[in-house]
């Protein structure tokens, strides 16, 4: 960026994000009253960054998007009309969206190949088709170690129903709601999926599939790193999650289970035909402030547009025709040649030692991944599961690090496209969330638990709604709607 912008990034301070170090910094200088740097780049939990904004340090990005922002960044925004909302204050937009791909966080069902081959069955398409594959991962011996010790369904809900892997609130949509987060209605209005009747439907389910050895029984104890790894250490059959697993942490199925196989499919149907899998903001991977005493403030959104000229989709002959950075994320063979294999050809890679993996530099720019256009990934990929030629740089070093399992499950997630359910609430807590959220979030979490393990009867679903809705409930659900009302407002 200084060659090419005359951009000299400064950092103030560098820290790794393990146990949310880089989230716990900026929450102390927060409560500190610390001078915040020119520019705050975060990926994360909403609240953070509404903390930002209401720090009043930050600035107003409308005026700059409109005077600075390139076409390719302003087309991107354009493809989900809801891109701006969790930011817009009053009518200002305080943060600037960092675009993602379309549809990469989105579900399907992933199965144990070699499970399903070996005990002779299809691909479900609803939800009792599934159950009835599930009861022969638990009771058929699909692993063939004489033991009824493996499980249907890979799951935690620990700490949240709505995990990135290892979800469980698939369940849910196919019921027709989504737990944790705020849905609308075909009214328009917004309402708590979690207190929805389709809930107690779904936590009935649950309750069954647990005492029938579906999910293990420590379900409620496991978060999604113990949920995800019920599926690698090869103990369950079935997982939920996103169509890039194979590139992580599937692997470690592999390593773990020799000849071990999976594949994607399409999440099936409720009984009454509904499908519904989380969606959170589309095509937004983070956000950017400015602050307003800056002086360039310009200057981010130049740095963004470079990316997004020169990196996202890069042209043949371009300066990132192969790669961010030689002997990094690609090397060349003597004849010109491309590769991506460091294990293959280390001698083109000096410096990696033992590991196998590339290094990929664009992962430390302001921007996260550098620039995604958000719907050139699903683009591609569908291009090549539908068998076709990859031309661009793009598509060639998309198939060249795609597993097959990948592009197909992608092309999956294209085919279910409309049954995602986003939230609708993604602003600042309103003033009965500050002091009740915690209650509420603990009594819908307590009373799904002992519907789960048995310990209370599913009648105790309505009992939990009620309290709920007269403990500060229906006041924060007027709260959602009137902040909604304000914000969707042009």
Not at 27 to 55: A, H, Q, W
Not at 108 to 133: C, H, S, Y
Not at 238 to 260: E, H, T, Y
């Amino acid at each position: 960026m200084k060659d090419n912008l005359g951009i000299d990034v400064k950092y103030d301070w560098v820290v790794t994000d393990t146990n949310q170090a880089y989230q716990t910094k900026i929450r102390l200088m927060l409560s500190s009253g610390d001078k915040m740097p020119d520019v705050i780049t975060y990926r994360g939990d909403m609240e953070t960054v509404n903390m930002l904004i209401d720090s009043g340090q930050f600035t107003d990005v409308g005026g700059l998007i409109d005077k600075y922002a390139g076409d390719v960044y302003k087309k991107g925004m354009e493809l989900n009309p809801d891109t701006l909302l969790p930011v817009t204050r009053d009518g200002k937009v305080m943060a600037l969206p960092v675009l993602d791909y379309a549809y990469n966080d989105d579900m399907v069902l992933w199965l144990r190949q070699d499970w399903m081959d070996k005990l002779g069955l299809q691909a479900p398409k609803t939800l009792a088709d599934f159950e009835n594959i599930m009861d022969a991962f638990v009771n058929k011996d699909p692993d063939g170690n004489g033991k009824k010790d493996t499980l249907g369904l890979a799951t935690g809900f620990k700490n949240t129903y709505l995990n990135w892997i290892a979800d469980i609130s698939w369940l849910f949509g196919d019921f027709g709601t989504m737990p944790e987060q705020w849905n609308k209605g075909a009214d328009g209005t917004l309402s708590y999926g979690s207190i929805d009747p389709g809930a107690k439907q779904a936590l009935s389910t649950l309750k069954t599939w647990m005492e029938k050895g579906y999910i293990t029984k420590d379900a409620g104890l496991v978060d999604e790193n113990g949920g995800y790894e019920q599926f690698t250490k090869g103990q369950a059959g079935a997982i939920v999650g996103r169509n890039w697993l194979p590139d992580w942490p599937f692997g470690d199925l592999l390593n773990n289970v020799p000849g071990a196989k999976y594949k994607a499919y399409a999440i099936p149907a409720g009984p009454d035909g509904k499908i519904g899998t989380q969606s959170g903001n589309p095509s937004v991977n983070g956000w950017m402030l400015i602050n307003k005493d800056s002086k360039h403030q310009e200057a981010l959104l130049r740095y963004y547009n470079f990316l997004f000229d020169n990196w996202a989709n890069p042209q043949k002959g371009g300066i990132f025709e192969n790669g961010f950075a030689e002997g990094y994320d690609y090397a060349k063979q003597a004849d010109g040649t491309v590769v991506k294999d460091p294990a293959k050809y280390p001698d083109l890679f000096p410096g990696y030692g033992d590991r196998t993996h590339l290094v990929e530099p664009i992962y430390y720019s302001l921007t996260f991944d550098g620039a995604r256009e958000p719907g050139l990934y699903a683009e591609t990929m569908n291009k090549l599961a539908n068998g076709g030629t990859p031309e661009t740089p793009y598509e060639i070093a998309t198939a060249a690090v795609r597993k097959p399992e990948n592009i197909e499950a992608m092309k999956i997630v294209l085919e279910q496209k409309d049954i995602r359910m986003k939230n609708y609430f993604q602003g600042p807590l309103t003033e009965t969330m500050k002091s009740k959220n915690e209650l509420l979030k603990k009594l819908v979490l307590q009373t799904y638990s002992k519907i789960i393990y048995g310990q209370s009867p599913i009648e105790e679903f309505d009992t939990m709604v009620a309290n709920w809705k007269k403990s500060g409930g229906d006041e924060i659900t007027k709260e959602v709607n009137d902040w909604y009302i304000s914000a969707s407002k042009k």
